[in-house]
């Protein structure tokens, strides 16, 4: 199954710690007001990879130790990330998601192909962005109410459970 994308990035810094390879996918069904990237709201156009290609680009730069997929919506093509994820797990990434929705929607709504998602991903940062709640000094995050997630720890606690590590949340800015 292809990932659809609306392009990608081989060196961020503001994604997640460290230099991480990011995705942007193309469609997202939320709408939030001051969004950055409103050209990835249509689930119309952008390009297609697949897992394995995706892997291929990671690895031509040797300094990422980390993925995130960001928006659009990674959940809205859950089991096209899913597959991607383990395939980057496999090869020794940490895999990070963004997503519009919150950890206990997700979890409410049982979707299958959304809870193999959640099942591989290292961390997931959660909510819509909330223009109100917007800050230039939250780490890795667009506003207050986005929640910076350690996913296997909140799948067994079946509750939202925030990351400790410093390199992910080690204050503001
Ligand atoms: S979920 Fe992300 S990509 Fe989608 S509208 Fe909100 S901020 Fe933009």
Redesign the pocket.
């Known amino acids: 199954m292809n990932l659809k994308l609306a392009g990608f990035a081989g060196d961020s810094i503001v994604d997640g710690p460290g230099i991480r390879f990011t995705t942007f996918c193309q469609g ?1 069904p ?3 007001p001051g ?1 950055h ?1 409103p050209e ?2 249509p689930f119309e156009g952008g390009f297609e990879v697949t897992a394995e290609e995706l892997l291929a680009h990671v690895k031509r730069n040797p300094l990422v130790r980390g993925v995130t997929f960001s ?3 990674p959940f809205a093509q859950a089991a096209a990330h899913a597959e991607t994820a383990r395939l980057l797990k496999a090869a020794g990434y940490e895999v990070a998601s ?1 997503t ?1 929705y919150t950890f206990e929607q997700l979890l409410a709504e049982g979707d299958p192909d959304r809870m193999a998602l959640l099942e591989s991903l290292d961390i997931l940062v959660d909510g ?2 909330i223009q109100d709640q917007c800050s230039l000094t939250l780490r890795f995050r ?1 506003s207050a109410n986005q929640r910076i997630l350690n996913v296997p720890k909140s799948l067994a606690a079946r509750e939202a459970v925030w990351e400790t590590r410093e390199r992910w949340v080690g204050g503001e800015y």
């Open positions: 997202c939320h709408h939030c969004c990237n990835t709201w928006g659009g919506e963004y519009g819509p962005f667009g």
